[in-house]
């Protein structure tokens, strides 16, 4: 029954207005789920994507908010949930395509972590989309969906197991071990700044725009590394652990010892010197966490699996089969929460249509189901 609360002036008056029984159909475990239709909305690229048994991806589309948000140096919550309002329903009519609405076995969408208001505009239309659709709605953390970008294409997984699955983006870093898609044990994390922020913060403190990684890494191509050196940060009886904020100090007491404006060859030094201070400290632990865990394989996900230089260290310097996420699904994507969501339905068969919340925060740890 549905009970009504309204306000009278004599105090709540609670009216059951209907007496409904909502015949919700329980899923048949035996139907296939294959056809995942995902949206992802948690920053500012509003996202949605077609994606058949977890991996093969029939549609994508994005519409980036980058360079509304690049005007003010990051991103702007209350004007990234406006746009997601404006690009939603043309994001999905275009992903769908000439495939009918009824061909669709699940809806996915990112609940976190994120914006608040730019994750309830995902999350309110993928809740009205599994309504009116009456199919079931999965939940999908962003961070993990990051990391399952570079599994999508494996179809060996269960013979690489343990991996090591390395997290580094613009909101987490961290290690963990990989037993499985859902199945991860967390290693090391970052105790302050994530690397990507590292990475635009950097930018920032040398003039250059936003999203500061990539600015740093071109600039970093005709700069000295060896320019500056730096001692990359560490956590005390915490060997797999990361600390970005010393060395963002460390950089600006470099460019306050300088005598302004910065030269266009001290600012690539500067960048060159950063970026390789945060690549071998991360290859440091990813080598130590190797030694002590065996790993089959690495994993890596998140947007600055995109740096070039990143990869090329990596695979001089480790060993075992790397995988990256392919070009198109570093940064923020909606195949990759699409592909994810597959396998969440078929491990847990529970339906969030109703329940779903969005989550603005989540610890480093990557879900273990
Ligand atoms: O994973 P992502 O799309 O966002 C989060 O989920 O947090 O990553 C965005 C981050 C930004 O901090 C951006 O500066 C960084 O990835 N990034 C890079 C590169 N491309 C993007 N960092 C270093 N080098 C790059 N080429
Ligand atoms: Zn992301």
Aim: aromatic share 8%; proline share 6%; hydrophobic share 40%.
């Amino acid at each position: 029954s549905i009970i009504m609360r309204n306000y009278q002036p004599n105090g709540w008056v609670q009216k059951k207005i209907q007496s409904v029984s909502l015949s919700i159909k329980k899923q048949p475990m035996a139907l296939a789920y294959n056809s995942v239709l995902g949206i992802e909305s948690t920053c500012d690229e509003t996202a949605s994507a077609l994606v058949q048994s977890g991996r093969t991806i029939l549609s994508h589309v994005i519409a980036s908010q980058a360079s509304v948000h690049a005007q003010f140096g990051g991103v702007v919550p209350e004007l990234a949930s406006r746009h997601h309002i404006d690009a939603i329903i043309p994001v999905l009519e275009q992903c769908l395509g000439n495939t009918k609405w009824q061909d669709i076995d699940l809806i996915a969408v990112a609940n976190g972590p994120g914006l608040i208001g730019s994750l309830l505009v995902g999350i309110q239309t993928a809740k009205a989309l599994a309504w009116a659709l009456d199919r079931p709605l999965v939940g999908v953390n962003h961070v993990e969906a990051h990391l399952y970008a570079s599994m999508m294409g494996v179809d060996h997984l269960p013979s690489l197991l343990p991996s090591l699955g390395i997290i580094l983006s613009g909101g987490h870093t961290a290690l963990h071990r990989i037993d499985g898609i859902g199945h991860y044990t967390l290693i090391g994390q970052t105790t302050d700044d994530a690397i990507g922020e590292a990475f635009d913060k950097v930018a920032k403190m040398v003039g250059l725009g936003y999203p500061g990684g990539p600015c740093v890494e071109e600039r970093a191509r005709c700069g000295d590394p060896q320019a500056f050196v730096w001692r990359p940060g560490t956590i005390k009886g915490k060997p797999f652990h990361f600390s970005f904020s010393g060395l963002k100090t460390a950089v600006r007491y470099a460019i306050d010892a300088l005598a302004p404006p910065l030269s266009d060859q001290t600012v690539c030094d500067l960048c060159a010197s950063f970026q390789k201070t945060v690549v071998d400290d991360l290859i440091t632990k990813i080598r130590r966490a190797g030694a002590q865990f065996h790993p089959k394989a690495i994993f890596f996900g998140g947007g600055v699996t995109h740096n070039q230089y990143l990869r090329s260290c990596c695979a001089d310097q480790l060993n075992g089969p790397l995988f990256w996420p392919p070009a198109d699904m570093c940064l923020d994507n909606e195949a990759m929460i699409s592909g994810l969501g597959y396998h969440v339905w078929h491990r847990s068969y529970r339906d969030e249509r109703f329940s779903l919340q969005p989550q603005t925060r989540m610890s480093g740890a990557l879900p273990s189901r």
